[in-house]
């Protein structure tokens, strides 16, 4: 393709003359510069994106589970171990008496055909992470498999609630009302961390 500009004047003459330019034959294809300058700074971003892309890491897990239950045969000296926390039973009251502590006071009653169950029990944690409950919801289960809930704070002092730290340990009563014609077989407990009550 050829382009003219006039204007140039002939020295001898005077009679105007016409400048020919020939344009490259490649100047007809000027667009396709047009993807390329728009594609060579994408494909540099993802180049870089790729390179400084890091791989998400897992948090550590805690070897110490932030629950454990643990089954002790009802008797005296009974002791199980799990995961760092030790259950013992001291002593166990079957049937434990109420007394009141004055005369004017009516001892706590069974209902009918019922009976209490006092067991003294110690908790030890010999773990790393501290224990928020050293031992909730427990329960008595008997030899025809009935299971039994506490009754809580009836024969003092109640094992507590609350925090236990590690290599500390603690100790107190915890007391079923089980029918008169059961025979205890074993004590269920369940201790948890904070983390497990989602505090």
């Known amino acids: 393709m050829a382009t003219k500009r006039a204007g140039a004047v002939c020295a001898n003459c005077g009679e105007p003359i016409e400048i020919t330019f020939k344009a490259s034959r490649w100047a007809s294809f000027w667009w396709l510069a047009i993807p390329v300058v728009i594609l060579v700074p994408v494909l540099i971003g993802l180049i870089s994106d790729e390179e400084g892309e890091v791989e998400p890491t897992e948090a550590p897990v ?7 239950t643990v089954s002790i045969p009802i008797k005296v000296g ?17 049937p434990w008496l109420p007394q009141s502590e004055t005369s004017e006071e009516e001892p706590i009653k069974p209902a009918e055909g019922t009976r209490f169950v006092a067991i003294d029990l110690t908790v030890e944690n010999n773990g790393t ?17 009935f299971v039994y809930q506490e009754r809580y704070a009836v024969k003092e002092p109640a094992l507590a609630a609350g925090e236990l730290g590690s290599n500390q340990k603690t100790r107190g009563w915890v007391t079923f009302e089980v029918d008169n014609n059961a025979s205890v077989a074993t004590l269920t407990c369940s201790t948890t961390t904070e983390e497990a009550l989602g505090e």
């Open 62 to 68: 805690s070897e110490e589970p932030a629950e454990v």
């Open 78 to 94: 009974s002791t199980n171990e799990k995961d760092g926390i030790r259950f013992t039973i001291n002593d166990v009251l079957d």
């Open 129 to 145: 992470v501290d224990l928020y409950y050293p031992c909730y919801y427990p329960s008595l289960v008997d030899s025809g498999n």
